[in-house]
T-cell receptor, first 113, second 112 residues
Framework: SQTIHQWPATLVQPVGSPLSLECTVE??????LYWYRQAAGRGLQLLFY??????ISSEVPQNLSASRPQDRQFILSSKKLLLSDSGFYLC????????????FGPGTRLTVL | DQQVKQNSPSLSVQEGRISILNCDYT??????FLWYKKYPAEGPTFLIS?????DKNEDGRFTVFLNKSAKHLSLHIVPSQPGDSAVYFC???????????FGKGTLLTVNP
């Protein structure tokens, strides 16, 4: 069966510091991978998605970047965090099949102070 | 421009009764719709989905109805249980781009 991991689970960082969040998927190959953010009181906003190694599409202009160095690894980064980057970050994967269900990881709570 | 709207931020129902969660969309290209359930500090879990070629899909206590002419879908939970208390997100996708557009969610509270 497939599993998706995210770490760290929680993170408190000062404004201006760098960020690296990691997501890995097990039990599948060549998945589509996604990064979402849920800000306080908001819905799920798609930030980046990737259909393969080195292929990244950005959905909204922002202070963040994403990379996919390996087939089942997706990394969310920032060089300098802003207060507005605080939120709950979720990684998801999609395996090509009949349906468009995406499956989510446990998330990372990021607080920027 | 919000393409998927959940106009009720919260809903409260009694245990054993029906919960009806609503979702409206504006993009006529959407052809697949999903409902997710989310507990605090956890990732969303997939509940049920429906293709635009259907108007109803049922899975146990959960039924999703799709009205394409009204661009409206709803999730019915019968009977509601306290463990159903969570935020429910409606999502939609168009064609084979595999991207989901989510609504802002509805907080369902089922009272014992």
């Amino acid at each position: 069966s497939q599993t998706i991991h995210q770490w760290p689970a929680t993170l408190v960082q000062p404004v201006g510091s760098p960020l690296s969040l990691e997501c890995t998927v097990e039990g599948t190959s060549n998945p589509n991978l996604y990064w979402y953010r849920q800000a306080a009181g908001r819905g799920l906003q798609l930030l980046f998605y990737s259909i393969g190694i080195g292929q990244i599409s950005s959905e909204v202009p922002q202070n963040l970047s994403a990379s996919r160095p390996q087939d089942r690894q997706f990394i969310l980064s920032s060089k300098k965090l802003l207060l507005s980057d605080s939120g709950f970050y979720l990684c998801a994967w999609f395996g090509r099949g009949s349906y468009n269900e995406q499956f989510f990881g446990p998330g990372t709570r990021l607080t920027v102070l | 421009d919000q393409q998927v709207k959940q106009n009720s931020p919260s809903l409260s129902v009694q245990e054993g009764r029906i919960s009806i969660l609503n979702c409206d969309y504006t993009n006529s290209m959407f052809d697949y719709f999903l409902w997710y359930k989310k507990y605090p500090a956890e990732g969303p879990t997939f509940l049920i989905s429906i293709s635009s070629i259907k108007d109803k899909n049922e899975d146990g206590r959960f039924t999703v109805f799709l009205n394409k002419s009204a661009k409206h879908l709803s999730l019915h939970i019968v009977p509601s249980q306290p463990g159903d208390s969570a935020v429910y997100f409606c999502a939609a996708s168009a064609g084979s781009n595999y991207k989901l557009t989510f609504g802002k969610g509805t907080l369902l509270t089922v009272n014992p």
